[in-house]
């Protein structure tokens, strides 16, 4: 059995959910997460929790495949507050 995604199939999404604190020098460090998550509406839903509870939040996805490290680039879902820029 092969892990490739046959043509007409949704390619694997990797969808993670971090929220940001500030630490005793001021930077941001990750407080919760990163997180995998289920759907993108999961990690909206969880982001928008744990917006009033952190310095920073942010859910984002990308097309994935691990098997062949192929990665596509970030969607940002949800963002609130300070986070680091993504790379």
């Given at each position: 059995?092969?892990?490739?995604?046959?043509?007409?199939?949704?390619?694997?999404k990797?969808?993670?959910?971090?929220?940001f604190?500030?630490?005793?020098?001021?930077?941001?460090?990750?407080?919760y997460?990163?997180t995998?998550?289920?759907?993108e509406?999961?990690?909206?839903?969880t982001?928008?929790?744990?917006?009033?509870k952190?310095?920073?939040?942010?859910?984002?996805?990308?097309?994935?495949d691990?098997?062949?490290?192929?990665?596509?680039?970030?969607?940002t879902?949800?963002?609130?507050?300070?986070?680091?820029?993504?790379?």
């Amino acid at each position: 059995m092969s892990d490739h995604v046959l043509p007409g199939q949704k390619k694997p999404k990797l969808i993670v959910v971090v929220a940001f604190d500030r630490g005793d020098e001021g930077d941001l460090c990750s407080a919760y997460g990163p997180t995998d998550q289920q759907s993108e509406e999961r990690a909206v839903r969880t982001a928008k929790a744990l917006a009033s509870k952190h310095i920073g939040v942010i859910a984002w996805s990308r097309d994935a495949d691990p098997a062949l490290g192929d990665y596509g680039p970030p969607t940002t879902l949800f963002v609130s507050g300070d986070v680091p820029d993504m790379e």
